[in-house]
Structures are given as C-alpha cells and as structure tokens.
C-alpha cells in the first residue's frame, strides 16, 4: 500500500504523506475552557516533541452535530477561534478544527492550519468549495454513511478550485443501529485516490446516540484499531486527547488520557517502521 503514489501534502514546516513521517493529530474533542485547551496542547507539543513527531493540535470550537440540545456545544466560532489563535501564537503549533457553514469560514481561515470537513458534511457541496477556495488543506472525514470509493466524487469538489491539498480521514462505517466498524480495506481504497489516509482511532470506537442521550464508546478498542490501521499503511492518525476523558464534556467515552498517549506512540511508531522499511 505504501508503494502507492500519494501527494505529500505540506502543514506549515510538517509534511503529510508518501513516505512521510507518521503524522498526528491530536487533541480534545471540544474547547471546554481557554485555561485547558492551552494547558493540554502545551503537554501534547511536548510529548510530541520528545519523540520528534509531526503533530497538528485540533481542537473544535462547535461541536454542532451533539445527540442531544441539551449537550455543551463549545464556546462557539468567534470565541473559540480567538482561543485557538493564542494557543496557535503562543505554542508556535499548526492548529485544526472543524467547520459547519460557509459563513465560519471567512471568521477562521487565518488561523487555521487545515479546514476540516465533518463527516456528516462530507456532501455539503458548497461548504466544501468554499474551504477549498481558502488554499488551506482539507480534511475531509468520511461520512459514515458513504463507501470510501464514495470519497472520490468528494475529492473532485475540492479540486475544483485548483486545491490539491486533501486529506481523508476514515472514521468508522455505520454498522446496525448505534455502532461502527472500522474496515480497514477502506484506508487502502480511499489512497488510491492519490491523497494522503489518516485514521480518526477515537471516533471509529464511538457508539453514536449509544446512552440514549448521549453517544457511547469502547475506549478500549483505541489502541488495538490504531495499530491495526498503522499497519495497514495509514499516513497519520486522529487522536482525540484529554487529561480526565471519563470528565470530558464531549466524547467522554471515546476519548483516549494522556497518560496513555506515550504508549500508544511507541507501539505505532515501531509498526510504521516495519511497514515503511524496504524490503
């Protein structure tokens, strides 16, 4: 799979891609308070930093797609983008995160390292054109509806513009009521499209609307599925990260403590070495 020729695509100083360094990206599911948005990126930069790995911070600013009305949200574009830009500026870091209309995008394309497009969005035609047109890289989450042949009709939409600067991001398949399944073979066939493959570790394990109210998770299955998809010949992987997961206002079940994060680096990280070394 790595033999495949797939664009290199650039995030600042970090490359993303062919025979790239396994990128990350990694972070809390939503901004819960300026304080520890920038005290868990500034762990994250260090950790990362220590093992001398491409990492991007992501963090959402508006979690619009939440079970229920009664969910935390975030602090909402205006605000949480002025977040973002301070921890970007203070911690020199590439910063993503998601959008949700084409109004934000104007609000957040200075600070944002890469536009992302949520999965459920991943047919929103002009939500799609209009972050492309900003030249930024797209990550573009695979709905979890589509087949990953789908994302092909996807990738047209943003290359369009003239931007060539795409990520996709598997992030599990509607498997039943209330479950995903990450297939594997979907990382293979959305690379052959030519663009670089990162896998979502954390959002592949949720069970959406699972608790009723909220969506549930298998935390467990993080790191087994992350190795799985490391060896499979992913490019980068999506952590969603926190100091205190089972406390997290979003995503509390799937989100992978920090205190795991360092273990879960060194298993992948010897993974890709196998899976990129010459034979």
Known sequence: MLDQKVKI??????????????????????????????????????????????????????????????????????????????????????????????EEIPIVSETLDIIQIPAFLCRQTDLILAAAKTGKPINIKKGQFLAPWDMKSVVEKVRSTGNERVLLTERGTCFGYNNLV???????????LGYPVIYDATHSVQLPGGHGNVSGGERNMVIPLARAAVATGCDGLFLEVHENPEKALSDAATMLSIEALPNLLDQVLEIHRVVTTDT
Do not use: W
């Open 9 to 102: 695509v650039n995030v600042r100083n970090l490359a993303v891609g062919q025979r790239q360094p396994l990128a990350f990206i990694a972070g809390p599911c939503v901004i819960e308070t300026h304080e520890s948005c920038l005290k868990l990126a500034d762990k994250l930069k260090t950790i990362f930093q220590k093992k001398k790995l491409p990492f991007i911070f992501k963090a959402s600013y508006d979690k619009a797609n939440r079970t229920s009305i009664n969910s935390y949200r975030g602090p909402g574009v205006k605000e949480g983008i002025k977040i973002l830009a301070d921890i970007k500026k203070r911690l020199d870091l590439p910063i993503l995160s998601d959008v949700h209309s084409e």
């Open 182 to 192: 990450s297939d594997m073979r979907s990382l293979v066939i959305m690379r052959e």
